[in-house]
Each structure stands twice: as C-alpha cells, then as structure tokens.
C-alpha cells in the first residue's frame, strides 16, 4: 500500500535494493536490532518490481478516475437531453387534471 499512495515508498526500495548489508537467513532479532529489513535484497528485480508495480497502479488509478468523471458528465448530460423529464411529466399531469378531471 504503501508504493500505491506514494507514501515514502523510496525508503522501501532502497531497502529492499540494498545487497552490502546482506544477513542470510535472517531472524527477527536481526530485524528488531536494526529496526529495518535486514534480508538479501537484489537490486535488478527490486527495481524492476517497484517501477512496473508503480507505472502500473498509477495506469489503473488514472483511467479509474477519468471513468468517474466521464461517468457522472455522460449522466448528466443524459439527464438534460431528455425531452421529457419526471419534473415536465408532474407539471404535464396537474395541468391536464385541469382539462380532463376524469382522466
């Protein structure tokens, strides 16, 4: 979630692209000790992770958005062509209750 909002995700790629401070099979005393992830990383697979998984959401965000918004316009619009509205068609009936009180 935290690559999707763009919420400091740079610290986690690092992190995770980091292969000097290399622990194999590390243990969560390991983890706790220095407060972050402390496993083999590789950083060609890191990299093409995070790119392809931010280009991707960002895509998948992007075009969500513009559906909503094209959405709602298309609605409305809709909406105004109608020629015969539930507003003209409630005026429509008290005006000819007028002329035709038997229906």
């Known amino acids: 979630m935290i690559v999707a909002t763009g919420d400091d995700w740079n610290e986690l790629f690092y992190t995770m692209a980091d292969e000097t401070e290399c622990i194999t099979n590390p243990k969560y005393s390991d983890y ?7 496993g083999c990383g590789n950083q060609y697979l890191t990299v093409f992770y995070f790119f392809s998984f931010a280009l991707l959401i960002s895509i998948i965000f992007l075009n969500l958005f513009i559906a909503i918004i094209l959405n709602g316009y298309f609605d409305t619009r809709d909406q105004e062509k109608q020629t015969l509205n539930s507003e003209m068609l409630e005026s429509f009936k008290e005006v000819w209750s007028t002329f035709d009180p038997t229906a």
């Open 32 to 38: 706790a000790l220095a407060g972050t992830p402390v």
